[in-house]
């Protein structure tokens, strides 16, 4: 998402990372590597539970791509990190909400 957050911006998509490091964990990370998004703390795995992108034996979140669209349904959702151009696939830009 990073080198492709110019495609993120221009349809007013909010880009954010989830995984199960700490919140100080991830304040260190996104510094580190200069993430223009937000890094959410799944210490307990439940988001990746939610969204069934646990390992086989349950234990460890696989990297995975969901978008939420604005009415709350999932317009997208794959394992691995597909680039921006599939998991934005038929947006177009509006105006973003005041």
């Known amino acids: 998402m990073r080198d ?3 495609r993120f911006t221009d349809l ?3 880009p954010f990372g989830v995984n199960p490091a700490t919140a100080r964990e991830h304040a260190d990370y996104v510094r580190h590597l200069e993430l223009p998004f937000p890094l959410l703390s799944d210490a307990g795995g439940a988001i990746a539970r939610a ?3 646990l390992n086989a034996d349950g ?3 696989l ?3 969901v978008r939420i669209d604005r009415d709350g ?3 997208f959702a794959a394992l691995g990190a597909p680039p921006a151009y599939i998991s934005l696939e038929g947006l177009s830009p509006s105006p973003p909400n005041k």
Request: aromatic content about 6%; hydrophobic content about 40%; proline content about 6%.
């Open 4 to 6: 492709e957050i110019d």
């Open 51 to 53: 969204y069934g992108v």
């Open 73 to 75: 349904r999932i317009g």
């Open 12 to 14: 007013n998509v909010r």
């Open 63 to 65: 990297r995975a791509v």
């Open 59 to 61: 234990t460890v979140p």
